[in-house]
């Protein structure tokens, strides 16, 4: 049960965040679309998605799984094994949600957490 919870948490959490990365890069990328031709500059994006994200994905997953084992195994000194990986997990969507509300809303979440409007935004 325990490995099908850490394999879940993993994978959304690398989900979550490849998709975070490529659209960034993809909206930055874009920027610059109006400067070339459109087959140009279609050919040369599509040569750097790949080359950019192709190592990324690989990678990505590998990153995660050490960064959640070490923080899992520090949550399960303090407060056990599931326990810990649900603290992880919430840990790393309040993160990435910081990071999605930016980037399409351009809302600071901290700013609204702290000023105790979040319920404007709910």
Do not use: C, Q
């Not at 998605?49 to 990505?60: A, E, G, Q, T």
């Not at 094994?81 to 979440?109: E, N, P, Q, S, V």
Request: overall charge positive.
């Amino acid at each position: 049960m325990y490995r099908f919870l850490f394999r879940f948490v993993v994978t959304t959490l690398t989900i979550l965040t490849a998709n975070l990365v490529t659209t960034a890069i993809s909206d930055y990328m874009i920027t610059y679309k109006n400067h070339v031709k459109p087959l140009t500059f279609t050919l040369i994006a599509m040569s750097i998605i790949v080359v950019i994200f192709y190592p990324l994905f690989l990678k990505m997953e590998e990153w995660l799984k050490k960064i959640s084992v070490k923080v899992i195994r520090s949550g399960n000194s303090v407060a056990g094994k599931y326990i810990g990986l649900l603290f992880t997990f919430l840990l790393g969507l309040i993160i990435l949600l910081y990071f999605y509300a930016r980037m399409w809303y351009h809302i600071d979440l901290l700013k609204i957490l702290f000023s105790g409007r979040i319920g404007g935004y709910l």
